[in-house]
Nanobody, 126 residues
């Protein structure tokens, strides 16, 4: 069984940075693409960024482009989300997700991801 464990969340001030980590374990051979989603109270879960375990392709939500960077360490089966210039509206629970399918057009849709972590809280104060 595949597992994802996130870490790195916390309470920070606006304008500062945080780096989230997601460690994959178990049946990782089926995880072809990884993504970060977030969910604020009372809102739907939304796509943040995605990356493949091979190649250089990444995707970002418009709201985080230029501020967030997704990266990976294949040897450690870890995906990172570097978050800079944080804003109060970035406050949410951040989830790591994995999907089996390589080629999907709706990579931003949480329904195409099969494995999820437990989430890590990020709170940005103004």
């Amino acid at each position: 069984q595949a597992q994802l464990v996130e870490s790195g969340g916390g309470l920070v001030q606006a304008g500062t940075s945080l780096r989230l980590s997601c460690v994959a374990s178990g049946r990782t051979a089926t995880m072809n693409a990884m993504a970060w989603f977030r969910q604020a109270p009372g809102k739907q879960r939304e796509f943040v960024a995605s990356i493949f375990w091979t190649g250089d392709t990444t995707n970002y939500a418009d709201s985080v482009k230029g501020r967030f960077t997704i990266s990976r360490d294949n040897a450690k089966m870890t995906v990172f989300l570097q978050m800079n210039s944080l804003k109060p509206e970035d406050t949410a629970v951040y989830y790591c997700a994995a999907r089996n399918n390589v080629y999907v057009t709706n990579f931003y849709d949480p329904r195409v991801y099969q494995t999820w972590g437990q989430g890590t809280q990020v709170t940005v104060s103004s």
